[in-house]
Nanobody
């Protein structure tokens, strides 16, 4: 069984930066990993995803150029660097693991098998 635990969220001002971490336990060898977010009253949306090797990434258009996904497989940890934060980035951020990816960086929540509990990011204007 895979368990994911996010950390690093907080309250920041517009323009600030944050680094989110997602610590994984259990077997995650070969898994693709992703970050999603959910704002109040909205559906959970894709933010970024990364292949096992780290060679391939995919980003939502809304965060391209501002957020960077990375992973350290030796530490079983996934990261999301959030720069130039905007109030519209306010949401709970979730880490997710995709076991049956077939080499595709999926953007739908339905393709991910394991989820963390989320970490709150609040950006004030």
């Amino acid at each position: 069984q895979v368990q994911l635990v996010e950390s690093g969220g907080g309250l920041v001002q517009a323009g600030d930066s944050l680094r989110l971490s997602c610590a994984a336990s259990g077997r995650t060898f070969g898994y693709y990993m992703g970050w999603f977010r959910q704002a109040p009253g909205k559906e959970r949306e894709f933010v970024a995803a990364m292949s096992w090797s780290g060679r391939w990434t995919n980003y939502a258009d809304s965060v391209k150029g501002r957020f960077t996904i990375s992973r350290d497989n030796a530490k079983s940890t996934l990261y999301l660097q959030l720069n130039s934060l905007k109030p519209e980035d306010t949401a709970v951020y979730y880490c997710a693991a995709d076991r049956d990816h077939s080499g595709t960086l999926y953007t739908s929540v339905h393709n991910y098998d394991y989820w963390g509990q989320g970490t709150q990011v609040t950006v004030s204007s």
